[in-house]
């Protein structure tokens, strides 16, 4: 097995080739010039239903399918725990290596992050196949989507953060003492060499993402009494749609995950009302920690914005965990404790769930999903961003946000007394909307 890693490490430029992800990915598509084949790996916890790792490998397929990989079959192994040395058992393994080989499978994806040791002790166990991990996956395609130099840095650094701790014991093989060549200090084995070109790499990537950060820093100080709203939620529920429907931005919408990875602000007006309205990276399930970390300047724009969008995606199965892992993530960033707007965006998408008669169940139409403990908890509208349906209400609300933390700023805005008055008697639609650009 040429496990994926190995193409950094071994390569003689490899610290020239930071990309090398992005090489991986392109030289097996050279090779069989068609799309690459994969299985999926994950599982199944003791506590978890069957159907919830099911559920997750749906997911894992989407993620890979962003990359263009088809995914043929996935496996699911129950376990108390994922196997110390192989992640799956013996015999599971002997399973997948069957099906692999007879089918010439090139991919093996696990929906968990592998360790060190789960790599090396997979790479004498299978050969000819390239294994990929989660947070792999998860960053090479912000690696494809990053536009900005911004992004692209964040990603990069990303990557390096994600290796290092991956070399430890991987490249034991490697460690020898060698003579005076290329890039090796006095007396470092091979494997002490690539630590330290990654960690050379790394904090040259830090430095230029410090130089490219105080640019936008004080881009963002010159927006300090603007108000800022932003559009936050899980990956693929509409946002760009939404920021598009709001702003006439041309941003970039697509049923794929992480469209978005760089940020975009623009700047609205609603009756005589500016605010600055960003559009940014989803969230998902397992979200690699070098990536919120690296990407902590992006994520910036929310935990500075005044309000927030969150936007759901009520048509998904599991868009209840969705909103769960979203707050986990603010929290983790310290975004939470602002005015917010739930968005259950997608509702034409929507089919009404099928539960025995007469027997307690959880909300199974949109009517009864109005009711529901998550419409009391929160501010919130029900919208179908592609129908249009509900954007009037959805103006409405943010202009409200908008307009209450705008007048907190500038009491004696001209336009209060007015407002005032127009929020009182239903605020009607359409109303003066000018939007521009502002980067
Ligand atoms: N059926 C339906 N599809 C929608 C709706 N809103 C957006 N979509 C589709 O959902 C997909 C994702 O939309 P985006 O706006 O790219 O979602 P996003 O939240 O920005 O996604 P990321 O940037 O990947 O995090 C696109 O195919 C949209 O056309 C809606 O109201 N109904
Ligand atoms: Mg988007």
Same mark, same amino acid.
């Given at each position: ?52 790792? &099911? ?9 890979? +399918?962003? /990359?263009?990989? *088809?995914?043929? !079959?996935?496996?699911? %192994? ?113 494997? &002490? ?9 790394? +904090?040259? /990537?830090?430095? *230029?993402?410090? !130089?490219?950060?105080? %640019? ?14 932003a559009l936050v939620g899980y990956t693929n529920v509409g946002k760009s749609t939404i920021m598009r429907l709001l702003s006439k931005a041309d941003v970039f919408a697509e049923n794929k995950l992480f469209a978005t990875v760089d940020s975009t602000v623009r700047k609205i007006t609603m009756n005589n009302v500016p605010f600055l309205m960003t559009d940014t990276v989803g969230f998902i399930r397992k979200l690699p920690t070098t990536l919120i970390e690296s990407f902590k300047s992006t994520l910036d724009e929310i935990v500075e914005a005044d ?38 965006? *997608? ?93």
């Amino acid at each position: 097995m040429r496990l994926i890693l190995n193409f950094v490490a071994t390569d003689q430029n490899r610290h020239l080739k930071y990309n090398f992800l992005k090489k991986e990915f392109h030289h097996i598509k050279a090779e069989s010039d068609k799309a690459p084949r994969a299985v999926l790996v994950g599982v199944s916890l003791k506590d978890q239903k069957v159907e919830k790792a &099911e559920e997750y490998l749906d997911e894992l397929a989407f993620l890979a +399918s962003t /990359l263009g990989i *088809k995914t043929e !079959k996935t496996f699911i %192994q129950r376990l108390d725990h994922p196997d110390k040395r192989t992640f799956v058992g013996k015999g599971k393994l002997e399973e997948i290596l069957t099906y692999v080989k007879a089918e010439g499978i090139d991919t093996i994806i696990f929906d968990d992050d592998l360790s060190s040791a789960h790599a090396r002790n997979l790479d004498r166990e299978i050969e000819d196949v390239m294994i990929i991990d989660r947070s792999l996956l998860i960053l090479q395609i912000f690696a494809m989507r990053a536009k900005s130099a911004q992004a692209k840095t964040q990603v990069e650094l990303a990557q390096y953060q994600y290796m290092l701790p991956r070399l430890t014991n991987l490249w034991t093989h490697h460690s020898r003492q060698r003579g005076g060549v290329g890039m090796k200090g006095p007396g470092e084995t091979e494997l &002490e060499t690539d630590k330290r070109i990654i960690r050379d790499k790394i +904090s040259l /990537l830090r430095k *230029k993402l410090k !130089k490219i950060e105080t %640019q936008s820093d004080l881009r963002r100080k010159n927006r300090d009494r603007e108000v800022r709203a932003a559009l936050v939620g899980y990956t693929n529920v509409g946002k760009s749609t939404i920021m598009r429907l709001l702003s006439k931005a041309d941003v970039f919408a697509e049923n794929k995950l992480f469209a978005t990875v760089d940020s975009t602000v623009r700047k609205i007006t609603m009756n005589n009302v500016p605010f600055l309205m960003t559009d940014t990276v989803g969230f998902i399930r397992k979200l690699p920690t070098t990536l919120i970390e690296s990407f902590k300047s992006t994520l910036d724009e929310i935990v500075e914005a005044d309000i927030l969008i969150h936007v759901v995606d009520i048509s998904h199965e599991s868009f209840e965990e969705h909103i769960e892992v979203v707050n986990k993530t603010l929290l983790e960033i310290k975004a939470t404790d602002k005015p917010t707007l739930l968005v259950f965006n *997608k509702v034409d998408n929507y089919v009404d769930k099928e539960y025995p008669p007469f027997e307690d169940h959880p909300p199974a139409t949109l009517e009864e999903w109005k009711e529901s403990y998550l419409a009391k908890e929160y501010n919130h509208i029900f919208l179908s961003a592609i129908k249009k349906e509900g954007v009037d209400e959805l103006k409405r609300k943010i202009f409200e946000l908008v307009s209450d933390r705008f007048y907190k700023i500038y009491p004696n805005h001209h336009s209060f007394a007015y407002n005032q008055l127009w929020l009182e008697h239903g605020g009607e639609w359409p109303m003066s909307e000018e939007t521009g650009d502002d980067e």
